[in-house]
């Protein structure tokens, strides 16, 4: 099973739930595709022993064959080439290797050259046998979906697959929750919670990916959390109570305490949950 977690703003507590329970499920994997800034890690103190690198395809002209016709700069959808008359320039923070210029340039003088834009990291963590794969985005590098693409390679199809999404509703979240079999949306019992929580329901809705919510940092008296997500009718999976220990623990650079003892029963009742909700969600889609 793949299950992936995510959040719609920053700093709800998506890695501390992701970590937790890849932490109380014995022999999973956890993928960290949060590769702008990667801290599963932290929590998890993996063995690394590989680390590969991610590239991606960038056009080279040999100006001895062009003719400046400008077909490259037509093709690219992301507007990548420009003709400058002289010289085609290449933007290369907007090119996503397609291939499109090197396929149509009529004189055959565009050729692919590589270029390494991150790095996948393989470890195990001897914190309940969980193999561990994360990427990491070299710095100042705009496109960080072929190291996420290249993270998610890792899954293993008969294991629990736990991947830590990038925060927010961007096109890497999307990239990164695509094709799990169920998604938890980590929010806080905030405005601001509630309000990017809206944005995430709404990106899993238009894919079509089974979810539930996880409450972090939960304070009953903000009531407007809760009666949003009994009015829509949305499984709450588990709420964390807001407590000072947790942000000490993670501050250091351990799994809370809390959630290891207190709240480890909760956490295993999450995966329990989240089987039962896929198999009626299954029957639903079946029957329609």
Do not use: W
Request: glycine letters at 6%; proline letters at 5%.
């Amino acid at each position: 099973m793949i299950i992936s977690i995510a959040s719609g703003k920053g700093g709800t507590g998506k890695t501390t739930v992701a970590t937790s329970l890849a932490s109380v499920n014995p022999g999973s994997v956890y993928l960290d595709c949060d590769v702008e800034e990667p801290n599963g890690h932290i929590l998890l103190h993996p063995q690394f022993h590989v680390e590969v690198p991610t590239t991606k395809s960038l056009p080279e002209i040999d100006y001895s064959k062009c003719t400046y016709c400008g077909k490259c700069a037509q093709v690219c959808e992301f507007h990548a080439l420009i003709n400058l008359g002289s010289e085609i320039f290449l933007i290369e923070e907007l090119c996503h290797g397609c291939g499109a210029c090197e396929y149509l340039c009529p004189e055959k003088a565009i050729t692919e050259k590589s270029k390494t834009i991150g790095i996948v990291r393989e470890g195990f963590s001897v914190l309940n046998n969980i193999e561990f794969y994360d990427g990491v985005l070299n710095i100042g590098e705009a496109s960080a979906s072929p190291v996420i693409k290249d993270v998610k390679k890792k899954i293993q199809e008969n294991k629990l697959n736990i991947i830590d999404s990038p925060p927010g509703t961007s096109c890497l979240m999307v990239e990164a929750v695509r094709d799990s079999d169920f998604c938890i949306l980590v929010t806080e019992s905030s405005p601001f919670g509630l309000h990017d929580l809206r944005l995430a329901i709404e990106v899993l809705q238009i894919l079509k990916i089974p979810f539930g919510v996880v409450i972090n940092k939960y304070e009953k008296l903000y009531t407007e959390l809760e009666n949003y997500l009994n009015e829509v009718k949305i499984n709450v999976l588990m709420k964390i109570p807001f407590d000072k220990r947790i942000a000490e623990d993670y501050s250091n650079g351990k799994m809370p305490d809390v959630f290891l003892t207190v709240l480890n029963e909760e956490f295993k009742n999450i995966i329990k949950k989240i089987h039962a909700l896929v198999a009626v969600d299954h029957i639903n889609t079946t029957l329609h």
